[in-house]
């Protein structure tokens, strides 16, 4: 039995303890016993293998364990890092280096995996693997390897066993010598261990309980002598040697289930799981399963001239968005993707009209494979596809005869006739739906007395034809409704379940704020007395006396001496200055020309003809290399001060980038914002005048502008010029009954030309300033953006909680009510929270955490809510130290903390009010650590 500790010795451990846990630094480490995943495929899904501590990648493919890392290229404590998988015993004609081999160390062959066996006791083999092999892969930063093939010695007829394993030996206390605190993974290799006891991270098998015969392309189950043997040599190494012991199994990617059983076999049995398919190309399950977070979203691509204009994106992105839900859009004119593995909710289809015949007759056989596999897809759009033959026996519908005469509506759901009314007409697709599992959303019935479905719930998704989607509204409003609730029916239809969904509009309770101006008209005059540049009125009248995070751009065409007003330039370059000094001002820029068809600038065509004019200089040929990366030097050489970044890039025109745009503008370490087309209204109140969070393409991201600017309420600038005081009506749409945005308050430099226009601002700014904000920069807001394609949610497979992983800047999860909330005496990584209308926002307290939810919490002290990032948070017993560290004077709210003490830099804190749980506290500084002290609970 322990001896008792004194009290006051006790006290004082527990403080030295929490003072060294809150200063000292992360120091990158795995754990004990890390979670493991093993993905080959070159389009290894990176953002997914964050939830867990290790994942093996095939190296060739090019990816980045650096920027895998996060920002600084250094896991956290919690971190994820990539091993690199390396084949010792064989070597395959697609590698690289594999041409270097002598033939003289090549002394068998594995006909299975159609590669060579290498001579293990071959002299200059160890420093091959060295130096050929390994080495680049630790330049690129892989600071683990899995090592395979370690037994192929054995397919050697006539070899000398002892002196391969001489040589495997040799070999890895070679790359232990040439690269210190390198972490080495063994496939088998269970005869080496006993010699390199201390010197092996792990030690891995395949086929404990189920395997892949790669000579039959079958999967099959081990037999019971081979799984005792195998699991024998496990154990071995887990309790005579100390090592993490990983056990990889092989499953059809399409039996999910079967795989988790396997994997919570495997780890009852002591060992680290991982299932997945015979190429190890999909994701698996291992001691934890990602909770998937992608809908891959159909798409017929020649029906709009961008992605940007297809109707999936412009209408339905924005409800799985908010659903917390990334979409991955696939153009149906291309190869399907052979597999649709663990990453994925569900499918999602919208054709605007008839497929070709060709395309629809890959499809159908595609969605039947999807459909028998278990997979949810719900159908959006044109429907035609359904008649292709066994596609509709797959899915179970009855394809009807033609309507004949009028229809009526017999019923209806309460979710149709959401933003307009329902109006039936003849089914393009006459279909109906009867049987176990079908549900009508609307029912129609014909003359002569046959019914049609054409919005249902179906066992395996659902359908939604275009009449009652999305419409246009008629009387030539160019304004649409939809007709069925878009969130109601992709809940139903893809069977999503409640997520705690990763949320872009709030941080530490409160609806993200910032400001941002895009430079056009930066050489126009003030309609003021002196007639000043609008930019200095800008400066004057709205950046200085509003001092709260703004992100200010300039067009170089019309700011340097060089574009097309030199005389103005010393001016405009001296107001550009003074505007970049500000601490509340971050630099963008807005092109060298502002380019309106990007489209068009890609192709090196000038982008003039369809709106009449250009910015260009005479002769210009359009680059995008001199547009983005051109026009940020020059800011930075001439117009930044010495130290400040130009982090962002807001997109002019049509905001329409192409992917090379992109990552053209991600090369050059610029962060991008605009578009989007956000202008819902009292005179427009509809969810299709909602944009998505942004828009990928390939492996880059576009953020959109949450909210349109000044140019949609002013009629594009020609009156009335008060009319941007009408965002606020967007701000409210967009704020409730479901909080989809946060305040962004967009414009240009021409809004300060006007006394109506700046009225309208000081009328916008004052509605902002008066609600419970959370000022951030729009950089800061594009960082949260992008990370809510990468944020990862996933369930340990052996006890009911969510892990949160890769929050690196996104820190609101919004948890519906019907989950419960975090219990923060065994969850981890959660400060608090704040109930809003549709749930809880959860404020994470760094980029990891494990939420058990439960219906009724402890009602411990916590963060309720805060206009400033929470930087720190550590609780002890009944102490809890935190930082908060924001860009205005900080406002916080506390709860449960009745009896308790506040102090802030060693004095105390007085609250400011109270009332019902919550305690209100305020400071000057935009920065504090605090300390609260409370009795234990």
């Not at 062959?109 to 001579?119: F, G, H, P, Q, R």
């Not at 990453?343 to 497929?355: D, H, K, Q």
Request: charged share 20%; glycine share 8%.
């Amino acid at each position: 039995m322990p001896v008792p500790v004194p009290d006051l010795l006790r006290r004082l451990t527990t403080l030295l303890l929490f003072a060294l846990a809150w200063t000292l630094p992360a120091v990158p480490a795995l754990a004990a016993e890390p979670s493991v995943a093993f993905v080959y495929a070159k389009d290894a899904p990176l953002a997914e293998l964050h939830a867990f501590d290790i994942a093996v990648v095939d190296p060739d493919h090019g990816f980045d364990p650096r920027s895998y890392r996060g920002p600084d290229g250094q896991p956290d404590t919690a971190g994820s890092e990539l091993f690199a998988y390396v084949s010792i015993g064989e070597i395959h004609a697609s590698r690289s280096w594999a041409a270097r081999v002598p033939a003289s160390w090549r002394i068998a062959t594995n006909a299975a995996w159609a590669s060579e066996v290498i001579d293990q006791a071959a002299p200059g083999w160890a420093e091959f693997v060295a130096d050929t092999i390994v080495a680049p892969l630790w330049e690129k930063g892989y600071r683990g390897l899995f090592l395979d093939t370690l037994d192929s010695y054995r397919l050697a007829s006539g070899a000398d066993m002892a002196a391969q394993q001489a040589g495997i030996v040799r070999t890895l206390r070679h790359l232990r010598a040439r690269f210190p605190g390198i972490r080495l993974i063994l496939n088998r290799g269970f005869e080496f261990l006993p010699q390199l006891r201390g010197e092996v991270y792990a030690v891995a098998a395949e086929s404990l309980y189920r395997g892949w015969n790669a000579g039959t392309g079958r999967y099959q189950e081990v037999s019971e002598a081979d799984r005792a043997w195998l699991s024998g040599q496990l154990k071995r190494a887990r309790d005579e040697f100390g090592l993490p012991a990983i056990a990889i199994d092989y499953v059809p990617p399409q039996q999910r289930q079967l795989a988790r059983e396997t994997a919570r076999r495997i780890k009852a049995d002591g060992f680290i799981p991982w299932v997945a398919d015979g190429a190890l190309a999909t994701l698996g399950v291992g001691s934890v399963e990602v909770i998937p977070r992608r809908v891959m979203v159909l798409h017929d691509g020649r029906e709009a001239p961008q992605l940007n204009y297809a109707n999936a994106h412009r209408f339905l992105e924005m409800p799985l968005n908010h659903l917390g839900y990334v979409v991955d859009y696939v153009d149906v004119n291309s190869p399907l993707p052979a597999t649709v593995d663990g990453r994925y909710a569900a499918i999602v289809t919208w054709f605007g009209g008839e497929l070709q015949p060709a395309t629809r007759l890959r499809l159908a056989p595609w969605l039947a494979t999807r459909i028998d596999e278990g997979l949810r897809i719900g159908m959006f759009g044109d429907l035609g596809h359904l008649r292709t033959p066994g596609l509709a026996e797959t899915t179970g519908l009855k394809v009807q005869p033609a309507a004949r005469g009028s229809v009526q509506i017999i019923h209806r759901s309460p979710a149709v006739g959401f933003e307009l009314e329902a109006i039936p007409g003849p089914p393009v697709t006459p279909l109906a739906g009867e049987g176990e599992g079908f549900s009508p959303w609307l029912s129609l019935k014909d003359s002569a007395g046959q019914r049609f479905d054409p919005v249902l719930i179906t066992p395996w998704g659902g359908l939604l034809p275009s009449r009652y989607a999305v419409v246009e509204m008629p009387g030539g409003i160019e304004q649409s409704r939809w007709v069925t609730d878009p969130f109601a029916f992709l809940q139903a239809a893809l069977a999503l379940p409640p997520l705690p969904a990763p949320d872009t509009t709030t941080e530490t309770g409160r609806r993200l704020f910032f400001a941002h101006i895009d430079g056009d008209g930066f050489p126009s005059r003030a309609e003021l007395p002196g007639l000043p540049l609008g930019a200095e009125v800008l400066l004057t009248e709205v950046l200085t006396r509003y001092t709260l995070p703004h992100a200010m751009s300039v067009i170089e065409a019309e700011v340097a001496p060089h574009g097309l007003y030199p005389r103005e330039a010393p001016a405009m370059e001296a107001a550009a200055r003074r505007i970049f000094a500000l601490p509340n001002v971050e630099i963008a820029t807005h092109t060298y020309t502002h380019p309106f068809f990007w489209a068009e600038v890609d192709k090196g065509r000038p982008s003039t003809a369809a709106q009449g004019y250009t910015l260009a200089p005479p002769g210009y040929t359009p680059n995008l290399e001199r547009e983005i990366i051109g026009s940020t030097e020059y800011i930075r050489q001439r117009l930044a001060p010495a130290g400040k970044p130009v982090r962002l890039l807001l997109w002019s025109g049509n905001a329409a980038p192409t992917l090379r745009a992109l990552a053209i503008a991600e090369g050059a370490g610029l962060l991008t914002m605009n578009g989007g087309n956000t202008i819902a209204s009292r005179t427009y109140p509809s969810l299709t005048a909602v944009g998505p969070l942004g828009i990928r393409l390939g492996e880059h991201f576009q953020a959109y502008a949450p909210i349109m600017n000044e140019n949609v309420f002013t009629n594009l600038w020609t009156g009335p010029f008060y009319g941007f005081e009408r965002v606020i009506e967007t701000f409210r749409f967009t704020g409730s009954p479901r909080r989809i945005k946060p305040i962004d308050i967009y414009y240009h430099t021409y809004s300060a030309t006007k006394r109506a226009s700046l009225n309208a601002l000081h009328k916008v700014y004052s509605w902002a300033l008066a609600q419970p904000i959370h000022p951030v920069f729009p950089s800061e807001f594009v960082e949260k953006a992008n990370n809510f394609n990468t944020l990862v949610l996933a369930r340990p497979i052996d006890r009911d909680a969510i892990l949160v992983r890769n929050a690196t800047h996104l820190r609101t999860l919004r948890v519906p009510p019907q989950l419960g909330l975090p219990n923060l005496t065994t969850g981890n990584g959660v400060a608090g929270w704040l109930k809003g209308e549709e749930g809880y926002y959860l404020h994470l307290a760094g980029s990891t955490a494990e939420l058990r939810l439960t219906p009724t919490p402890p009602a411990l002290p916590m963060l309720a809510s805060a206009n400033a990032r929470l930087a720190g948070w550590a609780r002890s017993g009944g102490a809890i130290r935190f930082r908060l560290a924001g860009h205005a004077p900080l406002e916080f709210d506390l709860a449960n903390v009745a009896g308790c003490t506040l102090s802030m830099a060693g004095s105390p804190l007085a609250p400011t009010g109270s009332d019902k749980r919550l305690t209100h506290y305020r400071t000057s500084h935009a920065a504090a650590d605090f300390d609260l002290r409370c009795p234990r609970q």
